[in-house]
């Protein structure tokens, strides 16, 4: 779990990020597995330093300051040689988990503390900066590294007590500043509402217990407190303790000056029967005369533990006195006098309420949990960490020290030579009066768009000081330039250049163009030229296509000014991309997918649409010409960070925007029909075909897919706003789950290039248990509810759709999704964006999203069963991979033969046998609940289908469906809207045929029969069992191939019978039955099918 | 004060519905272990997120060692947070450390909640004479010792023993969060955690509970789970989830959301 040095280094200022490479030196000379907070403790004394330096002010003076630094030395020596080394010496020693986190510590204190921190972060958090960029600073890194325990024992060691080292660190040496201390802020303060509390907490000396008990005291009514709680006794042995030991002057000050009296002896004694009842009322009258004469608040009678009172042993009639005798005192001193007590458990305290119910109102009882012995017990507070953190609370606060003027922060900060350069130039262009906006401009366009906002606000401020003359703005002026050209310099030159250049590449091609229209309406042919001579260096790692568009960019901005010439020349453009069309309806078809990407946001896609549409174009050819993965996934990375910078510089540019977007809608528009009238057919046609040639029974689901697909794809499709999309949503509803599955694979397959751009979910996969040996189990059916175990399922989907973006997903049981799900699904939907459960969002703007469910959009009914079936797809759905067995048994007659056929199928066993048909259901149920697609069908198609028993659900049962999904009505009600609302949004809703799996089994049926008279002859009759026909009809169903099952009763079955003539001796009476055999499974698979290799013979 | 504090614990409420829902994270964890699970409820409740003072997300400079002895100041936080946000009933969902918190509370405050439902709840962390806690007090100490030699080995033995079930996703989230406290504050938390006993005062909640288990837990033996059913004074239950370790809703949400929900509907 190491940190790699790098990561952690990205975190650091560069003078933090030299200590940490010191740190990891020191490590590696000692051939440590990690870098640790003690390793940078050593580099951080090693040299001159903030730490050292603090160090030397922290000391205790009495030893020589020479010594104390050799002991802390050795002592951090010797801790690092405790280590153990790790075999191999690393050229890195990654940083190890706690200096990380004590990184991350300083981060979030810097975060919450700007005011301390450079002034470039300033700038940073203005723009909404992501954290990342918050660079940590040596102090807040040494802060933080002084928390971690190890540092501070290996620093006691030497005499050192860390938080005096903070103090030093947060205190400069020099007292030029003020030394102002502001109360620490802890949470109590904040309670302002409470008095008492905050009158306490600042005073009170650990005991909480004490704090509470005092609060109790202070109250109008129930203002005695029982406490209550294993530690209940201590507490209130501690706080009696506590206030007479004269500590008083912790309380709060109403009740300074209270005594406690303890009759808890007395009381015990008496109760015991070891005094007389005058001598416990003297007591108590002593008592109340001392409350009286109290100068004081008054006094606590503390009568102890209940359980003195509630013992066996004790009398009854002198436990009553008492609590009469008690009573009375506080009816008459009730001012002046408390009660205390405590209960080691509520349950003695309910026995005495049993026994004397109006107890608690006589004596104004309070029960008051006690849930931990004081404090100051012993246990705790061994620990040297605590003390030295308690005067610590609230430094970080003390901001006066932490502001370093705005100028040294400028000096100390050492720009690079190119931006010096540039800062000089322009710093003369200001003096001279001239112009500011030039080159800086220019330069801030290859800053990402976050920070070029900034800097055009910098700008505006510039100008505004550019109205008054006088020399103090002109140093204003420059001192922001300054300031200015630092952060441009610390952004590009000296932090993540990678990350600089990508986002360079593509901000110069519109980024340009916005400004050009915008600020410089003029367009001078200097400043394209500018511009060209910008492009060239970036634009020298792009991708040709990409290089060959800027050429037409440029020529469409300058004519920006007459509309007449750029409506001339967008003819002209479109000759050109029909001519690129037309060049490309040669090349296969998908060679023409890419023109989803056309839909770039709206404001980019406005301002310069001629060249989005080129782009893509271009794309699409490479697209064509290499399926190699890692050019493509290259191109829509680079095109995502076009998008998103599109975005965020839309908000600019909106007037411009708005009037070229105009101009510009026709030429979009106009390509689209046109390029599609043609791509059509061609488009429908292929994959119509290809399609069938996988899903052979599916002819209308297929075309409206195919139509849906090419019509999408032509430009047809979805328009969002102004805006083509290039996500395309189909729905496929209604049964024949293997029959979806595949088409959905085909269609990765086809649009994408392989099978692997499949993405299959099952969002049912919650409530689904899949047993073993299923045919339709996990991996063969892409059930991969395994794989994303402790993930939700829509962070499962971002990261493979991250992974690969272009991709078919494929969303079985859409409508078991659960709340998380539905609301990114229907987000993505609109937006064209996929959000993950953290909220970061994917693009799917190159994905085909198909969502499957056994419901149908009509009338929300299972198909399926409206017409009783022989083999029901439910049925097929749980069938498993038995073993098979041919026995023989005789016959009575030959009644059985019709038809002619000597092979038939014996019914299924539900109809036979009611019995075992419920005994079946008890299980099934569960697996119903849980298998396939069915929704909420069970219910309602069994409501249906009651009288043919055709889903084996018992009536009785139908409660129990329920109880899966515990949700309440409302819940699934809910549900309900929301898939009809999602499918009214999808390019189109295709409704599936069922399977028509008796067709099948008649076919196969047949087919074994012929083969059987061939190798049999034609006495004897063959019986499958229904199990061993659903088995063949599931492994018909789920090959890839047309002949399977015929191939598997060629090479499998006929073999088998033909041993079985062999072995038997087989008469016009015998019959030889194929069963499954239930508990053993298909050890050994033949080849193409889910059938059994051999079947046994009995 | 209200709002500083709000402020100060990252109190948010989210979703919409009439009824509040209270999410209170146990220990080294914040408000974010939750995310698995918020989804399924903020269409139906308002649900109300806040961080311990002790959790990483808040400043540690809020954190203080003086006040936050014992689980009464905890208390103290939650019920202002309610009195803050006007909520007058709510239920409330605590895990672990916060269980404990929302049983006092509850003590305190027993016409604010509805329900309490107590994840990984145990009154008392040590082993005394017949009850059965998990730990010996040498244990403890062993343990707390480790923290302060080694935090960081503490940490990466301590989370995945702790979340129990085999995710390794979980397993990070929980040491993020872990590593995100401050070590000081761990371990004085940690101190103080173990020290409370909360077995005498559990009569005292009148509230009913329902308390949720998973099979094994390293921190919680199924005994205290009867045992907290036996002496909580309201009318409770006991929920057995059927997964592994001290933090179902990071290890398995889907399974918790649902269970929560009907819990919640009882």
Not at chain 1, 409 to 425: A, D, H, I, P
Not at chain 1, 1032 to 1055: F, G, I, K, P, T
Request: glycine residues 6%; aromatic residues 8%; charged residues 25%.
């Amino acid at each position: 779990m190491p940190t790699p040095v790098s990561a952690a280094r990205q975190c650091l200022t560069e003078e933090a990020a030299r200590v940490l490479d010191d740190a990891v030196a020191v490590a590696r000379r000692r051939s440590h597995a990690q870098t640790t907070s003690l390793h940078a403790i050593s580099a951080l004394l090693a040299l001159p330093s903030a730490l050292r330096d603090a160090c030397a002010r922290a000391r205790s003076g009495a030893y020589s300051p020479r010594l104390q630094f050799r002991a802390l030395e050795l002592s951090v020596g010797v801790s690092l040689d405790r280590l153990p080394s790790s075999s191999r010496a690393l050229e890195e020693p990654p940083v190890s988990n706690s200096l990380m986190a004590a990184i991350k510590r300083s981060q979030a204190n810097q975060r919450r503390h700007p005011e301390s921190c450079h002034l470039h972060h300033q700038i940073i958090q203005g723009q909404q900066q992501t954290t990342s960029l918050l660079k940590v600073e040596l102090k807040h890194l040494i802060l933080s590294i002084l928390d971690d325990p190890i540092v501070s024992r290996v620093l006691g060691e030497a005499g050192f007590r860390s938080c005096d080292i903070k103090i030093a660190i947060i205190q400069p040496p020099v007292t030029r500043f003020s030394r102002t201390r502001f109360p620490p802020i802890f949470l109590c303060n904040l309670t302002d509402s409470d008095p008492v509390q905050r009158s306490f907490s600042l005073e009170v000396s650990g005991d909480e217990n004490s704090r509470r008990i005092a609060q109790v005291l202070l109250k109008k009514t129930g203002k005695n407190p029982l406490l209550v709680g294993t530690c209940a006794i201590d507490a209130l042995r501690s706080f009696t303790e506590c206030i007479n030991k004269g500590k008083g002057s912790s309380l709060p000050a109403e009740l300074a000056g209270l005594s406690v009296s303890s009759a808890e002896n007395d009381i015990s004694e008496f109760v015991n029967g070891g005094g007389s009842e005058d001598k416990l009322g003297l007591k108590f009258k002593e008592l109340g005369s001392a409350a009286e004469q109290c100068s004081g608040p008054g006094i606590v009678v503390n009568f102890g533990d209940l359980k003195a009172l509630i013992e066996e042993s004790v009398s009854g009639v002198a436990v009553s006195f008492v609590v009469s005798q008690l009573t009375r005192l506080l009816e008459l001193h009730g001012e002046k006098l408390w009660l205390m007590g405590a209960a080691g458990t509520n349950e003695t305290y309910s026995k005495l309420l049993g026994r004397f119910p109006s107890i608690e109102k006589d004596w104004d009882l309070h029960p008051l949990p006690i849930t931990s012995v004081p404090f100051n017990d012993g246990f705790c507070s061994k620990s040297s960490l605590m003390g030295s953190f308690v005067p610590f609370g609230g430094f970080f606060s003390t901001t006066s020290d932490f502001r370093i003027p705005l100028s040294r922060t400028n000096q100390s900060f050492t720009r690079c030579k190119l931006c010096t350069e540039k800062y000089e130039q322009e710093a003369a262009l200001i003096q001279k009066g001239g112009s500011t906006s030039s080159v800086a401009d220019q330069y801030s366009e290859s800053l990402p768009s976050w920070l070029r906002m900034a800097e055009l606000d910098a700008e505006k401020l510039v100008d505004v000081a550019k109205t008054t003359d006088d020399p103090e703005a002109l140093n204003a002026k420059i001192l922001r330039l300054q300031k200015k050209w630092n952060d441009i310099c610390w952004q590009i030159h000296q932090v993540q250049p990678k990350l600089d250049i990508s986002h360079a590449r593509f901000q110069v091609p519109s980024a340009e163009d916005f400004l050009l229209s915008a600020n410089r309406k003029e367009g001078s042919s200097k400043d394209s030229s500018v511009i060209k001579s910008q492009h060239a260096n970036p634009s020298s790692s792009m991708p040709t296509d990409f290089q060959k568009v800027f050429p037409f960019e440029q020529d469409i901005q300058i004519p920006v000014a007459s509309a007449a010439e750029n409506r001339n020349f967008q003819s002209e453009l479109l000759d050109k991309v029909s001519k690129s069309q037309q060049i490309e309806m040669k090349s296969p078809w998908f060679a023409r997918y890419p023109t989803p990407n056309l839909s770039l946001p709206p404001d980019c896609a406005s301002s310069s649409p001629v060249t989005s549409v080129t782009t893509d174009l271009g794309l699409g050819t490479l697209y064509a010409s290499a399926s190699q993965e890692p050019d493509s996934s290259k191109i829509s990375g680079d095109k995502e960070c076009l998008q998103n910078f599109s975005g965020s510089v839309s908000a600019e540019v909106d007037a411009v925007s708005e009037s070229t977007s105009h101009q510009v809608a026709p030429s979009s528009s106009c390509s689209g029909p046109n390029m599609g009238g043609q791509s059509d057919i061609r488009d429908f046609k292929s994959l119509r075909r290809f399609l069938a040639e996988k899903v052979c029974w599916q002819d209308e689901a297929i075309c409206s897919i195919s139509k849906a697909i090419s019509c999408c794809r032509a430009g047809n499709g979805r328009h969002r706003g102004s805006s083509l999309r290039g996500d395309i949503w189909l729905t496929f509803l209604g049964p024949d789950k293997v029959g979806k599955k595949r088409i959905a694979s085909a269609l990765a397959e086809l649009m994408f290039g392989t099978k692997e751009s499949l993405i299959s979910v099952d969002l049912g996969f919650q409530d689904r248990v899949y047993q073993s040996n299923m045919i339709f189990g996990h991996n063969e059916f892409g059930c991969s509810g395994t794989n994303f175990r402790g993930k939700t399922v829509i962070d499962y989907i971002a990261g493979e759709l991250r992974k690969k973006p272009h991709s078919v997903v494929f969303l079985q049981n859409v409508d078991k999704a659960d709340n998380l799900a539905q609301r990114s699904l229907s987000q993505a939907i609109r937006t064209g964006k996929f959000a993950d459960s953290y909220g970061r969002e994917i693009s799917i703007n190159n994905t085909v999203i198909v969502m499957a469910s056994m419901i149908t959009k009509g009338d929300r009914t299972f198909l399926s069963s409206k017409e009783p079936k022989q083999f029901p797809e439910e049925i097929i759905l749980k069938a498993r991979r038995y073993q098979m067995q041919i026995l023989m048994e005789c016959i009575a007659g030959d009644s059985d033969r019709s038809n002619g056929m000597n092979v038939r199928v014996t019914p299924r066993k539900g109809f036979l046998n009611p019995k075992s048909v419920n005994k079946r259901r008890l299980t099934e149920t569960r697996d119903s609940m849980v298998q396939g697609e069915i929704f909420e069908m069970p219910k309602r198609a069994h409501k249906l289908s009651r009288s043919y028993l055709d889903l084996n659900l018992p009536v009785d049962d139908l409660e129990d469906i329920d109880y899966g999904d515990c949700d309440s009505d409302s819940i699934s009600e809910n549900s309900e809207a929301w898939l009809e609302e999602l499918f009214d949004q999808v390019d189109e809703n295709v409704d599936f045929k069922s399977f028509n799996f008796d067709a099948l089994a008649g076919k196969i049926v047949k087919d074994i029969s012929l083969k059987c008279q061939r190798s049999l002859g034609t006495k004897v009759v063959l019986e499958i069992d229904y199990e061993a026909m659903v088995q063949m009809l599931a492994a018909a169903w789920l090959s890839d191939r047309n002949r399977a099952v015929e191939e598997w009763v060629e090479q499998v079955l006929c073999r088998s019978l033909a041993e079985a003539r062999q072995k038997y001796h087989l008469t016009a009476q015998s019959a030889l039955k194929l069963v499954t055999c239930e508990g053993t499974f298909v050890e050994e698979q033949a080849p193409g099918a889910c059938l059994p290799a051999r079947i046994n013979l009995n | 004060m209200g709002n500083t504090l709000l402020e100060a614990l990252n109190v948010r409420v989210e979703g919409s519905g009439q009824k509040f829902l209270v999410l209170a994270h146990g220990f080294g964890t914040d408000q974010s272990v939750w995310k698995g699970i918020l989804p399924s409820f903020t269409p139906y409740y308002r649900v109300i997120l806040y961080d311990l003072v002790c959790a990483g997300s808040v400043n540690p400079d809020y954190f203080d060692f003086r006040r936050y002895t014992t689980l009464d100041s905890y208390v103290d936080d939650l019920i202002n947070i309610l009195d803050a946000l006007k909520v007058d009933r709510c239920a409330y969902v605590g895990h672990s450390f916060s269980a404990m918190i929302g049983i006092l509370a509850s003590i305190r405050r027993p016409e604010l909640f509805t329900k309490l439902i107590l994840i990984g709840a145990s009154p008392r962390f040590l082993n005394d004479k017949d009850y059965h806690g998990g730990f010996e007090r040498g244990e403890i100490e062993k343990v707390l010792y480790a923290m302060e030699a080694n935090y960081n080995a503490w940490v990466q033995g301590f989370a995945p023993l702790a979340v129990g079930a085999d995710v390794p996703d979980a397993v990070r989230e929980f040491s993020r969060t872990l590593f995100n406290m401050r070590p000081d504050i761990t371990l004085f938390v940690s101190r103080s955690i173990f020290n409370s006993d909360l077995r005498g005062v559990l009569g005292l909640v009148k509230v009913s509970c329902c308390i949720f288990q998973t099979t094994r837990d390293v921190s919680v033996p199924t005994s205290v789970a009867t045992y907290l059913r036996d002496h909580l004074g309201g009318r409770n239950t006991v929920e057995t989830l059927d997964t592994e370790g001290h933090l179902p809703h990071l290890s398995a949400p889907g399974l918790l959301a649902t269970k929560l929900r009907r819990a919640l509907s009882r």
